[in-house]
């Protein structure tokens, strides 16, 4: 389901801007837009960025002692400084970050801020800016690349999971062969990492994910990469109710798994009445919605799925109309007994069975037992507790992009930042 307004991970970003806006309003010299020269403009750059970066600095060294991971100092050095390791020592709690943002989590890497900020100010000039102060987004582009500094420098990156629309290609397109993401797919795959699109989209014909996927599944067909890499993609329809495996021998093959031979302990005591009966549920509220406020929409059933389309094609629904239906049917389902036996979620207007972190959880397991530090799953939908990418944080990290073309951005990123961790190494080696 799509949204709440004030949420968790976006409650983290807010936080890390409120302490950035201190500095701005302090160091920031708008009026030296009226003055010739740059002097003035460099200098208070040059602060900024000093100490923007202490902030982040700050900020990190607060996560390490929340998780217990470093990856600059040495174990006798961490015990040092941080006598409990709070999330290993299972009291993060007790941690000061609780303490400022209760609604933080657990951490499965470190976070690399202070060079994650000098990265992303390199390219946005965040210290230049005199009147725009550091935002959201801004934020939100530091944390996902001190993710994949952490996850590179301490690879290799054995698993990166994708939502589909919005992630890979723009909202109800498809992936096609000229989209620019397929050769950083493929050139993670080359490189031994396995690839999972755990998408909403509950098809149970593998041909309808061929369609949708056609550009990459015809690229990986046509590489020259071993056969063996070319098996390393699968993709999980409904969240996490069906899943498709790369046969590897042509373009089109991808095959059907049967659920029990890649379904979690946890998920085989999900009884097939209680599916029923929680459909049953969201269905009732989802009628109830379109009575109540006369939507020009119709409910459409599937095997683990039920939702809300529009009568005539094309038409959208106004934003507030998505928003109470989204509310009142999650409220009705987190209310009912069956909504708390069985976990659900949604997308736009769609009640499915499980969550992107069950198919995350079901990528790992399926690729041989992938540690969730090891796993980077990248989505668009985190701007709310209903949102489908949001619940994936419970299995790995994550890194939240707002269009394709971020996620183009971010594995470039992840591509240069191999570069150099390899140029350093060879490097060493000589020396």
């Known amino acids: 389901m799509t949204t709440r307004y004030r949420v968790e991970y976006a409650l983290k970003a807010e936080w890390i801007k409120g302490l950035l806006a201190v500095p701005f309003v302090l160091l920031s010299q708008p009026t030296a837009v009226f003055e010739e020269g740059r002097g003035t403009v ?14 982040m600095e700050d900020v990190e060294e607060l996560i390490n002692d929340h998780s217990g991971h470093s990856v600059i100092l040495s174990l006798l050095e961490q015990q040092l400084i941080w006598p409990v390791a709070h999330q290993t020592a299972g009291t993060h709690d007790r941690s000061k970050l609780k303490l400022l943002v209760p609604s933080i989590s657990v951490f499965y890497t470190p976070l ?12 946005r000039h965040i210290s230049f800016r005199r009147f725009v102060p550091p ?3 801004d934020i939100r582009l530091i944390l996902n690349t001190a993710q994949v500094m952490s996850l590179v420098k301490d690879g290799p990156l054995e698993l990166v999971t994708f939502d589909g629309d919005v992630t890979l290609y723009d909202d109800g397109e498809s992936l096609t062969a000229e989209n620019p993401v397929i050769p950083f797919i493929i050139r993670l795959m080359l490189s031994g990492t396995k690839i999972g699109i755990v998408t909403a989209a509950g098809y149970t014909d593998a041909a309808r994910y061929y369609g949708r996927l056609h ?65 049953d549920v969201a269905e009732r509220a989802l009628r109830d919605c379109i009575s109540n406020m006369r939507l020009r929409a119709e409910i459409l059933r599937k095997e683990r799925a039920v939702g809300l389309i529009p009568k005539t094609a094309g038409y959208k629904f106004a934003r507030e109309e998505l928003e109470e239906t989204v509310l009142v049917t999650q409220k009705i389902l987190e ?88 140029g350093r190494k060879i490097g060493d080696a000589r020396t």
């Open 42 to 55: 460099i200098y208070m750059a040059q602060k900024a960025h000093k100490r923007y970066g202490e902030i």
């Open 112 to 123: 690399l801020l202070h060079e994650a900020f000098r990265y992303q100010d390199a390219r």
């Open 135 to 137: 935002s959201f987004n």
């Open 215 to 279: 550009g990459l599944l015809d690229a990986i067909h046509a590489s020259d990469m071993p056969r063996r890499y070319k098996k390393n993609l699968v993709v999980i329809g409904g969240e996490s109710s069906y899943l498709f495996k790369s046969t590897g021998i042509q373009p089109d093959m991808l095959c059907y798994v049967p659920r029990q031979a890649w379904q979690l302990e946890e998920m085989r005591a999900w009884r097939d009445e209680d599916v029923v009966e929680l459909l």
């Open 335 to 422: 209310m009912s007994a069956v909504g708390k036996r069985l976990p659900f979620c949604g997308n736009d207007v769609f009640v499915d069975i499980g969550d992107k972190s069950w198919g995350v959880l079901a990528c790992q397991r399926f690729f041989g037992g992938i540690e969730g530090g090891k796993t980077l799953h990248v989505g668009d939908q985190f701007l709310s507790a209903g949102a489908n990418d949001f619940k994936a944080r419970l299995a790995c990290t994550t890194a939240w992009i707002a269009s394709p073309a971020e996620t183009v951005d971010l594995l470039g990123d992840i591509a240069d930042l191999d570069w150099q961790i390899a």
